[in-house]
């Protein structure tokens, strides 16, 4: 039985041992009153109504696989949902994805998924975008001089090689590449961020291990898996690394535990990499500059939609009611920005 199929059995469990000891007590106290009892049977029922729902489910369902290959726990009441980091914590619901043209800031494509990780979705949604742009401009290929912006959480070898296969240009930035920035590292509010990279460690390919920046091994462990991906994992000596000079500059000062360094290197199941690519790409101030009008463009659409529409969260259950609640918000937006267009033709 999976992670959180054990989960619910635990709780089914915890129920059924409830409602025994309540059938017990019920059948040692036969003097008590008429409301107390027709409470205690009530709450009784729903409990055994809970029970049943969760034995059932348990019957009906296997484990359930988010986009990102990981394991997403289970729900009775809405099972197509998944736990979404809110402004209060966590909570049980669905991610509004959406693409909007450069220009006007008008929704191309939009839907949800109830999942916290985004970037598996990217070649769905880059496959939305283009087919209403054929619809909407009547070319085979309406994306073939366009340049498609997308934040960090979409960076990934899959995404790019995606990008790639539809003859895409993409600049989806890695998650370190603002470390990486000589503006932003020369700030105060930089000071002591800055980590070491992959990159700044050597390999040594005939005995299968790297050279740190303060000359010291780290070793191969073992191939590991994550999510999607798999690779290689090496790790230094906590005797080489204790007292190091580099030691806040290699290991996270989160870490209260750790005190060696760990090296995950990504094994690419493509002949190209694009990843490694896209780094350089977007270190380059070209592309940085172009990169730097994705906050222009899209922050403005979730702000309205959210802000000045009043969604906060989405109200429905299952991801067919909340595509059609989100796509009935974007709507609303794409109406605005077309009315707001009109206005401006006949201003004086």
């Known amino acids: 039985m999976v992670r959180y199929k054990k989960e619910l059995q635990k709780k089914y469990d915890r129920i059924k041992g409830i409602t025994k000891k309540i059938i017990e007590e019920h ?61 209060h914590g966590m909570i049980q619901g669905y991610n509004g994805l959406a693409a909007a043209d450069g220009k006007k800031q008008v929704i191309i494509a939009a ?23 054929q619809m909407i401009t009547e070319k085979e290929e309406p994306l073939k001089k366009a340049v498609v912006l997308a934040d960090t959480a979409y960076f990934s070898e899959d995404n790019l090689q995606a990008a790639k296969a539809r003859g895409v240009e993409v600049i989806i930035p890695d998650q370190q590449f603002r470390q990486r920035d000589e503006q932003l590292s020369k700030g105060e509010h930089r000071k002591g961020k800055e980590r070491f990279e992959a990159r700044d460690f050597k390999y040594v390919k005939k005995a299968n291990y790297y050279i ?15 999510n999607r991906n798999h690779g290689m994992k090496y790790e230094s ?42 780094r350089a790409k977007i270190d380059n101030p ?35 009611k909340n595509d059609i609640q989100w796509l009935l918000y974007c709507i609303m937006h794409n109406i605005g920005k077309c009315f707001m267009e009109e206005r401006m033709k006949y201003a004086v």
Do not use: W
């Not at 990217?122 to 496959?127: A, G």
């Open 27 to 87: 059948k040692k106290n036969d003097t008590q009153g008429a409301d107390e009892e027709a409470a205690t049977k009530k709450k009784l029922e729903r409990m055994e109504h809970d029970a049943a729902r969760i034995l059932e489910f348990l019957s009906t369902h296997e484990k359930r696989i988010g986009g990102g290959g990981e394991e997403v726990k289970m729900n009775i009441t809405d099972n197509e949902s998944g736990k979404i980091k809110g402004p």
């Open 286 to 320: 070209k592309y940085k500059k172009i990169y730097g009008r994705r906050m222009q463009i899209i922050e403005p659409v979730f702000a309205n939609i959210t802000y000045c529409k009043g969604i906060s969260r989405f109200t429905m259950r299952s991801k067919a």
């Open 212 to 226: 740190c920046p303060n000359g010291k091994k780290l070793l191969f462990k073992r191939h590991v898996a994550l």
């Open 237 to 278: 000596k906590t005797l080489d690394c204790r007292g190091c000079f580099y030691f806040e500059k290699c290991i996270s000062s989160k870490s209260k535990t750790k005190n060696y360094r760990t090296l995950y290197i990504p094994v690419s199941d493509y002949a190209e990499n694009l990843a490694e690519k896209m």
């Open 111 to 133: 839907e949800t998924h109830g999942s916290a990780a985004e970037g598996p979705y990217f070649p769905e949604i880059l496959d939305k975008v283009k087919t209403n742009m």
